[in-house]
């Protein structure tokens, strides 16, 4: 997905009354569909929004504190798990910050850099697996988490069969961080499986990946297919002195690595670019590209914020957003019971297909969007197919738009 994303688990706090009653209002919105998207991503594995609106909300969110810096009272990354199954991670497993143009892509090589050489990696849609190995066993296998715990997936990535029990002549403690995929083989053979089995297809391979080491039952991890690829070395004794001696390392270990080219930072954007092109070349999903200074020691230099690295930075592509008029809103209710808005809007076309509705995840969700009847807003078809609503235009507001009443349960 990306989601694939960096997604943020905003913490609960209060709002402080230094700002205007309608900016606590939608803080507060923005704070709980962001929290239950979190929670939906790296805890249930069923993403609820696509990194496009998931963005979107953040950027709103991150307005707001700029403007009202007492409404924020810290940002950790992720979602909080299961105290039965967390784990403490060794160090911080941070998000990556994201960037839309080459432009933000300029600016972040200028800040680290122009001087260095860069890693351009692809960006797998899958999920965030932290790897232990001590005198060559692999003893423990994490999941992001929150990024200071995670849930325990030992059993599972060793069922998987995606990367070795044991490595041949690793240093005494090996620490790795990578992702967890489905290749799309694996994903198509599985819905085969499930069509001759009368079951419903599956949708989305990064939601497997995710799902299957949840999973108990050894046998149906393993008929999967999952795949790991190794993307940094976290802990090693001796740690080499650059992030491509790194890579080789672990490859030598017989782990397998990512896809990485070292250039120079004068070569990185054309290296993005013809990552990019390749993208339907990949056996697997991409949501983007990840470049990274080279250097480790210059990445300890520069350092991190709460949030991400400031040596590393993802690449994303963006789907061109169409302008349209919201004209109504009605509700529509689940098998659960559950009611989920929908948007009624003036037809446009995108993408060759013409679309006039948008679902949206929550009353939450629509507040926290701050949508009202007449305003003009930006809609994407997610993936090409799932017709989106990224955020309004405020500038276009005429004073004339309508408030959307709750709905009558």
């Known amino acids: 997905m990306l989601r694939k994303l960096v997604p943020v688990l905003l913490a609960a706090h209060l709002i402080c009354s230094a700002a205007p009653p309608e900016v606590e209002q939608q803080a507060r919105a923005l704070q709980t569909v962001l929290r239950q998207a979190d929670d939906a991503y790296f805890n249930q594995h069923q993403p609820v929004m696509t990194d496009a609106a998931y963005d979107a909300l953040r950027t709103q969110y991150d307005r707001l504190l700029a403007d009202y810096p007492e409404l924020s009272a810290g940002n950790p990354v992720g979602a909080p798990v299961a105290e039965s199954s967390r784990v403490a991670h060794a160090a911080p497993v941070l998000s990556l910050e994201k960037v839309y143009s080459d432009n933000d892509l300029t600016r972040f090589l200028r800040k680290t850099g122009t001087n260095l050489l860069y890693c351009v990696e692809p960006k797998l849609d899958g999920l965030t697996v932290v790897l232990r190995y001590r005198n060559g066993l692999l003893v423990q296998a994490l999941t992001r988490g929150d990024g200071k715990t995670g849930a325990d997936v030992t059993s599972a990535v060793l069922a998987s069969g995606a990367v070795p029990a044991a490595l041949t002549g690793a240093p005494a403690k090996l620490d790795v961080r990578g992702e967890a995929h489905l290749p799309l083989s694996a994903f198509e053979a599985l819905n085969r499986r499930r069509a001759e089995n009368g079951q419903e297809p599956l949708k989305s391979p990064r939601n497997i990946a995710s799902g299957t080491l949840m999973l108990t039952d050894c046998a149906e991890i393993a008929r999967r297919g999952l795949e790991f690829q190794a993307f940094d070395l976290l802990a090693a004794d001796p740690m080499p002195a650059t992030h491509t001696e790194a890579l080789a390392l672990l490859k030598k270990n017989g782990l397998p690595v990512i896809e990485s080219v070292t250039v120079p930072a004068v070569d990185v954007l054309a290296t993005v670019e013809n990552m990019n092109r390749r993208r339907a070349e990949f056996p697997f999903v991409t949501d983007g590209v990840v470049i990274k200074v080279n250097d ?34 009605d509700w529509s209710r689940g098998a659960s019971g559950k009611l989920t808005p929908v948007a009624h809007f003036e037809p446009v076309e995108i993408q060759g297909a013409l679309v006039q509705r948008a679902s949206l995840y929550s009353l939450e969700h629509l507040r926290a969007m701050d949508l009202k009847i007449g305003d003009w807003m930006n809609v994407i078809r997610s993936g090409g197919t799932v017709p989106e609503i990224t955020g309004i235009c405020p500038e276009r507001r005429t004073g004339r738009e309508t408030a959307i009443p709750d709905p009558v349960e």
């Open 296 to 329: 480790l020691a210059v990445r300890n230099r520069l350092g991190a914020t709460s949030h991400h690295p400031r040596s590393a930075i993802a690449r994303k592509y963006e789907e061109t957003p169409v302008q349209t008029r919201l004209l109504a809103v």
